[in-house]
């Protein structure tokens, strides 16, 4: 195989999401699956063996309480002794009865003051999970045109997120996530990537955007927004997930197969930029799902998205980059997007298999999984743990 195909694809890494894990699920009901993870550690156990079958997952994001211990440093080790890392720590500022009415943008001081204890709090989780980077979304918005004096909530929302930002240590970043709607319908505090990009231009060099794939209007072109936010040096992270209607957390690349191979077009090439901000920002861009699977075997579902975003981005690394750029520059419309597509319609499952052998991984590692008796091991071992009902749901 190809030595650079071969590195960049042995470089690649998706980071899982500890809510992945459990039993989470939709806004109406949860479903209770045989051995989801009923606590942290479970949560990390299945996440080494998704990381184990693919080799390209290596670290679990947690939920700060849901995930919540006593001692990170055990959990750090517990971690490690499985081949895995503590990822990014993302707050959660949405689910105490306190936020009924925002955190950081709440109009009373008290309870913004509970909300960004809570974010400071979480700093130092960072600090001691080892983890380079906070995670944050905001569930913060209103309901009705009046509710609130929109310009007082942005500027709390923005000082806020300055003082967390001054906090985070040396070689830490904040990723800000930002999203059209839901829980709020009227109007949304971060609604979109531009208002999460001025508040991280306005607090600092630590900011950076989030974007999660299931978080804007239909039909928005989020590979735009992705190669805007390289080209300027701030685009931190990425949620993936599928949508169809709304932020419904599907399996990334089942609906949207095409946008995530873009996505990946525009992250491939800016991590061969010749321009420094640019290359440097692709290289450290944290990649993660953000899923909840409520009627799929969860483990095998993570299999199943990582190894979807590991086919898109071994198509993005197929464009032929100066066929296309030629056909650009000819203004050759046609021959352009034939070039893309072209590296689209590649079939790169024997590539990957190939890829795989090489570094020592099961050819397929949903197979493999299937094969292993994972599933019949931890439903034996945990059995089924009852379920909540609607909203709240990821916990
Ligand atoms: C909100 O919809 C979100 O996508 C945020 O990233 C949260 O952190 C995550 O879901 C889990 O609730
Ligand atoms: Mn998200
Ligand atoms: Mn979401």
Redesign the pocket.
Known sequence: MNQELFQALSAQRIETPSWGYGNSGTRFKTFSAPGAARDVFEKIEDAAEVHRLTGIAPSVALHIPWDEVSDYAHLRRFAAERGVTLGAINPNVFQDDAYKLGSIAHPDERVRAEAVGHLLACVDVMTQTGSRDL?L?FADGTNYAGQDDLRARKRRVRQALAQVHDALPEGSRMLV?Y?LFEPAFYATDLFDWGAAYAHCLAIGDKAQV?V?L??HAQSVNIEQIVAFLLDEGRLGGF?F?ARRYA?DDLIVGTTNPFELFCIYAELAAAEQASDDLTRTTARQVAY?I?QSHNIEPKVEAMIHSVVNCQEAYAKALLIDRERLTAAQQQGDVLEAQRTLMDAFRTDVRPLLAEWRRESGLPEDPIQAHRASGYQQTIARARGTAAAGGGFPVKS
């Open positions: 995670s979304w996530e999203k989030l999660d299931g978080h949620h997930n932020d993660m953000d």
